[in-house]
Nanobody
Framework: QVQFVESGGGLVQPGGSLRLSCAAS????????MGWYRQAPGKQRDLVAA???????SYADSVKGRFTISRENAKDAVYLQMNSLKPEDTAVYYC?????????WGQGTQVTVSS
């Protein structure tokens, strides 16, 4: 049974930084795109950033220039470096990984930006 385990969330002041990590725990398999979504209270889950198997990246307009996504294929891991955080970045962040015929999700990690 494959699981993706997230870490790195927490409480940070506006302007601060956090680094989220997400790594597979379980059998090795082929992974294609990986990325991060977030969901704020009362809102839908939105795509934040994605990275393809060849390293191509894409970002939501609201985080461009502040967030950086990366991956480490040897560990089946994906990371999200978040800088210049704003209160509106407060949400539960979920990682995902696409494999043949399936999408796997992390359990979610809370990010709260507040003074």
């Amino acid at each position: 049974q494959v699981q993706f385990v997230e870490s790195g969330g927490g409480l940070v002041q506006p302007g601060g930084s956090l680094r989220l990590s997400c790594a597979a725990s379980g059998s090795l398999f082929t992974i294609y795109a990986m990325g991060w979504y977030r969901q704020a209270p009362g809102k839908q889950r939105d795509l934040v950033a994605a990275i393809s198997s060849d390293g191509s990246t894409s970002y939501a307009d609201s985080v461009k220039g502040r967030f950086t996504i990366s991956r480490e294929n040897a560990k089946d891991a994906v990371y999200l470096q978040m800088n210049s955080l704003k209160p509106e970045d407060t949400a539960v962040y979920y990682c995902y990984a696409n494999s043949p015929g399936a999408r796997y999700w992390g359990q979610g990690t809370q990010v709260t930006v507040s003074s």
